[in-house]
Structures are given as structure tokens and as C-alpha cells.
């Protein structure tokens, strides 16, 4: 078995913005490398009981914490898919795991994940992991367009095979359209005028850089967020990369896919970072338990103290687990 991407998959694969200022791994801030802290790392291995010979997904390999640990778990029988929708995070999983038969690894969305494990013989699966959400590689990449930190395209497209980057979503929603994503995903109160403001600069020029953008948002809302934690741009940002990427819709599709992916006692753990997400894990685990599915996880697990301390990203997220019946 190679660890390699699926050849019609990968043909469609582009850079992305491979132009601007062309970042590659590993990432260094300040000299250092990067890297991707894994949140509620124990917690979901403990969950997912990973037997030797069994066969489990990391349908979100980011940066490889949750993959390396189930992997560490197999023995020589026992194999892991690792998947993710972003080129560079699988070109990560592929250098990781390069010469390992027991690992495959696949460009994929949740949406292709059934298509995928059926055409490749991978299933049923003893487990599935899902860290929902971007990695820290994605917020500290200007190129991604995802964080503001410094200038970058407003593409915000995890999956470059997207057609719908953040800079085209501004230019072709109404203002209402875009209040209400904003209100709705971004949870920002002040959505209608950032909204407003948002069209009537993109009536001066098109916006298409993460610096233009954020400094709309402070000139929209800058003054309710002076004495606030996060910066005016914060919600608006968040909005935007939930919409791009559809990622509401992708959470439905890998819930939908569960019964017909997992073995009868095979497990999915699943951690969200946004209370909508949440709400979606919560209500699927709710309705799969009146099927007769064993609910792992009657409250969500969080993070520590001391997770929150070390990792201050950790501090939204909830992991849910539930066994098939
Ligand atoms: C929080 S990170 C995962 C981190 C990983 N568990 C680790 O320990 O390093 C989330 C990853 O999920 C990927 N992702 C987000 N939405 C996805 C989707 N719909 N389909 C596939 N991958 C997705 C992102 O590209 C990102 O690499």
C-alpha cells in the first residue's frame, strides 16, 4: 500500500496563491518552526480505543497530532487513512507517513469522504476522528487569506478546488446577504453596519487583500471593540472562512456519511470550536442515539485549566463521541 493521494483527485489540486510571497512548510515564526498543537489530544485517543488491527480515519489531519497517535496505537495489521481538504496539509501526511504501508493518505472533503473509502475498499471504519475548523498553519500563512495579521489575498478557500474565494463572496452578495452570514456564522452583533460599510467600500475598488478588509472592519466597529479581548476584524474573519469553505454544510455531510462508514461499535469523535457546529454534532448524536447508537459523551469534554493555559485555541472546543450500535 502506498501512502499517496487518489491521481484524479490530486490532478485537480492547485497551489494556492501560489504567487503570494509563495510560503511553503515548514512554517518559521521568528526562526522557530511552526507547529500545530493538537487540542483534546488524550482525551479523543482515549475515546477511540484504538485496537491493533483495526482500520480508523483522520478525516482532518492538519498537522498530523491525532493521526500519529492513533497510528502509534496500530500494529502491523492495523491501518489509518488520514484525509484533509488542504493540498499542503496532505503533503504534510504524505512526507509524515512516506514508506509506512499501513497509512493512506487522500486530498478530501467530508463531502467526497463516502466516494472515497467505498472506491478505495477502506470501510467499514473501527473509528473516525474530526477536528472540525482551520489549523494553526492555516491562521499563520498570509497566503491563506485566513487570519489578518499580515497582508494577504482574501481567498480564505481551505480546498483550492473551490471556485468561491472571501474576496468574490463580498463582491457578489447583497448587503443583506452579507449582514446576515456575518450575523449568523460570526456571531457579531454590529453585522448590519460592518455590512454597510463593507459595500460601500467595495463600491471605491474591489476588496481583495486580508489588510483592506480588516481595516474596513475597524473603521465599521472599532470603537464597540476598544475595551473587548479580540480585534474588530475578529467575527467578520471567522464568518467569511465558514462560508468559503462551507463548512456548516461539509459538518452535515460527514455526520450524514457516519452510519454508513462505521463498523457496529466503531466510534466517531468529533471537536467543534464554534457553537453551531456543536449544535449540529449535538442534535445528529441525539438522533442516532434514539437509533440505538451508544452516546459516549453525555455533556462535551473541554479542555483543562492548564490545555487552556498552554494552548489558548483549545479554549472553545468540545469533543462529542458516539459509538454505532
Ligand atoms: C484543527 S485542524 C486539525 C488538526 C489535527 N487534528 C492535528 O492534530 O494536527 C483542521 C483541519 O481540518 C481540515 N478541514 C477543515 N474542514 C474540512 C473539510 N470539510 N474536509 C476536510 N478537511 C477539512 C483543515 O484543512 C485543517 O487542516
Known amino acids: 500500500m502506498k501512502t499517496s493521494a487518489t491521481g484524479a483527485l490530486r490532478g485537480r489540486l492547485q497551489p494556492r496563491n501560489a504567487g503570494w510571497r509563495g ?26 480505543r484504538v485496537r491493533p488491527d483495526g482500520l480508523y480515519l483522520d478525516a482532518t489531519f492538519g498537522g498530523g497530532g491525532h493521526s500519529e497517535e492513533v497510528l502509534k496505537r496500530l500494529g502491523p495489521g492495523g491501518r489509518l487513512v488520514s484525509t484533509d481538504c488542504d493540498p499542503q496539509a496532505v503533503e504534510r501526511a504524505e512526507e509524515k507517513f512516506k514508506g509506512d504501508p499501513r497509512v493512506k493518505v487522500f486530498p478530501a472533503r467530508f ?113 464597540f471593540y476598544r475595551r473587548g479581548g479580540i480585534h474588530p476584524a475578529t467575527r467578520l474573519f471567522q464568518a467569511l472562512r465558514i462560508a468559503v469553505n462551507r463548512e456548516m454544510e461539509e459538518l452535515d455531510s460527514l455526520l450524514e456519511s457516519l452510519p454508513g462508514i462505521l463498523k457496529p461499535a466503531g466510534r466517531a469523535a468529533i471537536i ?34 492548564d490545555e487552556v493555559k498552554q494552548n489558548p485555541r483549545s479554549r472553545s472546543a468540545k469533543l462529542r463521541v458516539i459509538e454505532k450500535d
Open 23 to 48: 510560503r511553503r512548510e515548514p512554517l518559521k515564526i521568528n526562526g522557530d518552526i511552526f507547529l500545530h498543537v493538537s487540542v483534546l489530544l488524550s482525551e479523543t485517543i482515549d475515546f477511540l
Open 272 to 305: 467543534s470550536f464554534h457553537s453551531l457546529e456543536d449544535r449540529k454534532v449535538k442534535q445528529k448524536f441525539a438522533a442516532l442515539k434514539k437509533e440505538g447508537w451508544n452516546l459516549m459523551t453525555k455533556k462535551p469534554v473541554t479542555p483543562s485549566e
Open 111 to 223: 463531502s467526497e469522504l463516502f466516494e472515497i473509502l467505498m472506491k478505495e475498499n477502506l470501510m467499514p471504519l473501527d473509528g473516525i476522528v474530526a477536528d472540525l475548523g482551520i489549523s494553526s498553519f492555516q491562521l499563520a500563512d498570509p497566503s491563506t487569506g485566513i487570519g489578518f495579521m499580515e497582508e494577504g489575498p482574501l481567498d480564505m478557500r481551505m480546498d483550492p478546488r473551490l471556485s468561491q474565494t472571501a474576496a468574490d463572496l463580498i463582491e457578489e452578495s447583497m448587503e443583506k446577504e452579507l449582514a446576515d452570514l456575518i450575523y449568523q456564522l460570526g456571531e457579531e452583533r454590529h453585522s448590519r453596519r460592518l455590512a454597510h460599510m463593507i459595500v460601500m467600500s467595495r463600491e471605491e475598488a474591489p476588496i481583495n487583500t486580508t489588510t483592506r478588509l480588516k481595516l474596513i472592519a475597524e473603521r465599521a466597529i472599532g470603537r
